[in-house]
């Protein structure tokens, strides 16, 4: 073979004709005017389409601004009552991110691939709909890319689109306290350190220990693609290039600051993304009284805030952009709605005696904000040690007090919140923290661009010899079987569609239930319940954690299926029911989309392996579109069957893909 190939490059001809004598990239804003209030952004090409120029959508992307923010939501609050004798706190402030000691440059991040903040997607094409508007389109899309994207592929476009994915064997899964009670310290304080429930948010890489222990895999040992993504973001430019803190070195050169290459002034005209503004908290305590009492706490809040420019390619966005021919004179109506998405993060310092100082007892989300419903894209990084969070949680505190026993604690309450455009959209923060919080200092609105071809008239003459075009592409329909019981025990066969046509495959993706008939709720200390059977807020799903990547590319750990198959007109798709986790991987999940179905030694693509299935990415997939012509246009019925095989109640979130055909004039861009 490789003779061939000699012989072959021998004879090439060295300079072949140009296709095209001119590419430029054109841009155009959307229609919001700044202003995503409404979570939602609109664009038409109608600008495009006078050009008399090819598009070429295929390569197309959106730029999305992004700005998140972490800040105070409110003064921390005294409970319980502390002793007399003039107790004093010299300094209770956690939110501290403009000193160096206790910077949180890696205590919050955004989860794998910028695409995670569009939660649907509509396409109109001269005024008629031809992709269907399909919530929680974001899952459906990171499959598609674990699955077709190789390791090269992350590795040239990672740092590009967002993309890194989660380390499946990271994951831990904490329970909370139980208690109450004012001051009363959890029973261990490390279960509330990374959040609660399903956690995957350690950023701090530890080697593997191997030695005298049952195996955790790498459990809360750190998550290198999480890490990796927070690298993306998080240009910082009072960072030191060197060891010292700016003074002079021993060997007499000097220790500069980032600012010294690229400031922050330079970061704006670049569009770098970067950390954009930072304001420490600065909260002191006191008790005069001379009875216990709650301490008057006074002061002023802090803010950390990231000015992010996204890319996401349309191609990774919807299949008809990745199947579309080069057009003219096309008018495509797209519109996005936006997972702008608020998590409040709840923090309380003890005291058990009036004599110790106030000790942490870690960090919960009580509450996440998401007017669409769908995935939180941001992640907080965990506070055990070395991690992202740890200088957060262990910021230093002192509280001096007299003689007392009461039990005592101050709460506070932070908001993660990640906005599109350059406005943070959540009114409490930008109401609390008027005084210092900023707009982001990027882009303001979301751009289109589009690579215009201008065609060597030879090769346009050739191209439009047929100039009707043959557009097949796939949509998708997406459904919800919720609240099925773990244990092994529980069968479930439910149908999901009376009727789609050429159906192409099934997708489950199955998550920790979050339904409060699963488990008995939780009530915690910080004023709301968790569901015991997905550790996190009760009713809420677990893909709006803040601690989980789950629905962004990860499922629940360890959620799979046994005695599975999936029905098509009540006819079984897979020959026999599959009981085995390596028939599903093997037989189902190996090999689709990638490079030659997986089949070729050293040409493939994929980067879900047989350890990443077994443990946080549980595809549960089926191609089912092998079938004669004169079928693909009868629908068919889907129906769903199988038993949990995981301890832990599931919701089932089925995706169901299906054909699309369309034809259109390249020259006029008319459908026909």
């Known amino acids: 073979m490789c003779d061939k190939l000699v012989f072959d490059l021998s004879q090439e001809v060295e300079g072949t004709p140009n296709v095209f004598v001119r590419k430029d990239w054109v841009n155009i804003l959307d229609n919001q005017n700044q202003n995503y209030n409404n979570n939602q952004s609109i664009i038409d090409t109608s600008q495009l389409s006078n050009s008399n120029k090819y598009m070429s959508y295929r390569e197309s992307y959106l730029s999305i601004p992004m700005l998140l923010t972490y800040g105070t939501a409110n003064a921390p609050t005294s409970s319980g009552t502390f002793a007399a004798a003039g107790a004093s706190g010299t300094n209770i402030s956690l939110l501290v991110p ?3 000691g206790t910077s949180l440059d890696y205590s919050i991040g955004l989860k794998n691939w910028f695409g995670q903040i569009i939660h649907s997607f509509t396409m109109d094409y001269n005024g008629t709909t031809i992709c269907q508007q399909t919530p929680y389109l974001n899952m459906w899309n990171s499959f598609k890319l674990m699955t077709s994207l190789s390791l090269n592929d992350v590795s040239t476009q990672g740092a590009t689109i967002g993309f890194y994915p989660d380390d499946p064997l990271a994951w831990g899964f904490y329970t909370t306290s139980t208690t109450t009670a004012a001051g009363t310290n959890p029973t261990s304080s490390l ?55 700016g003074s002079t070195l021993a060997n007499g050169n000097t220790d500069d600051l980032f600012s010294a290459l690229l400031t922050d002034s330079a970061c704006n005209s670049l569009w770098k993304s970067y950390i954009s503004n930072k304001v420490s908290e600065a909260y002191t305590a006191s008790n005069s009284n001379t009875a216990d009492t709650a301490l008057t706490i006074t002061g002023t809040p802090g803010i950390l805030q990231f000015s992010i420019v996204a890319t996401v390619y349309l191609k990774h966005l919807h299949s008809f952009f990745n ?42 989300c009580s509450a996440v904000a998401n007017a669409l419903g769908g995935v939180n894209p941001v992640m907080i990084s965990s506070g055990i040690a070395n991690n992202g969070n740890e200088s957060f949680l262990t910021a230093p505190a002192t509280l001096t007090t007299g003689t007392g026993a009461s039990a005592r604690q101050v709460l506070y309450t932070y908001i993660a919140n990640i906005s599109v455009g350059a406005i943070c959209l959540d009114q409490t923060l930008t109401s609390y923290c008027s005084s210092i919080i900023t707009q982001g200092k990027l882009s303001k609105s979301v751009y289109l661009y589009v690579p215009a071809m201008t065609f060597n008239p030879t090769f346009e003459q050739a191209y439009l010899s047929n100039s009707v075009k043959q557009i097949k592409y796939t949509d998708i329909y997406q459904y919800q079987v919720t609240n099925i019981s773990g244990g092994g025990n529980t069968n479930f066969n439910n ?27 939780v009530a915690t200390r910080f004023g709301h319940s968790n569901n015991t059977n997905s550790g996190f807020i009760n009713g809420v799903p677990v893909f709006q954690s803040p601690f989980d990547p789950a629905g962004t590319g ?6 799979h299926i046994t005695n599975f198959n999936v029905q098509i007109s009540g006819q079984n798709a897979i020959y026999n029911t599959q009981k085995y986790n390596y028939e599903q991987f093997n037989n189902q999940l190996y090999g689709q989309n990638a490079v030659n179905g997986g089949l070729t030694d050293g040409i493939t693509s994929g980067l879900i392996d047989r350890i990443g299935f077994d443990m946080e990415y549980c595809y549960y997939y089926v191609n089912v579109e092998r079938m004669l012509p004169v079928e693909m246009s009868v629908p068919k019925s889907v129906q769903i069957l199988g038993t949990v095989a995981s301890q832990k109640s599931l919701d089932l979130y089925v995706f169901i893909e299906y054909g699309v055909e369309i034809q259109i004039d390249a020259l006029t861009g008319a459908r026909v």
Do not use: E, H, W
């Open 495 to 521: 149908l999901i569609t009376n009727g789609i046509a050429n159906i192409k495959s099934v997708l489950i993706l199955p998550f920790y239930s979050q339904s409060s008939s699963s488990g008995t709720a």
């Open 323 to 364: 199947m579309c021919p080069l057009l003219k004179g096309v008018f495509m109506k797209l519109t996005l709605n936006l997972n702008n998405t608020s998590s409040t993060i709840k923090v309380s310092r003890d005291m058990t005696t009036a004599a110790t100082a106030l000790a942490m007892s870690g960090m919960q």
């Open 554 to 559: 990860a499922t629940s750990p360890i959620s």
């Open 98 to 100: 403009a000193t160096s």
């Open 191 to 245: 279960d509330t350190f990374s959040g609660q429930g399903t956690v995957n948010n350690t950023n701090y890489i530890i080697t593997d220990t191997v030695k005298g222990q049952f195996n955790s895999f790498r459990s809360m040992m750190g998550n290198d693609g999480l890490l990796k993504r927070q690298q993306l973001i998080n240009y910082d430019s009072l960072a030191n290039t060197g060891f010292g803190n």
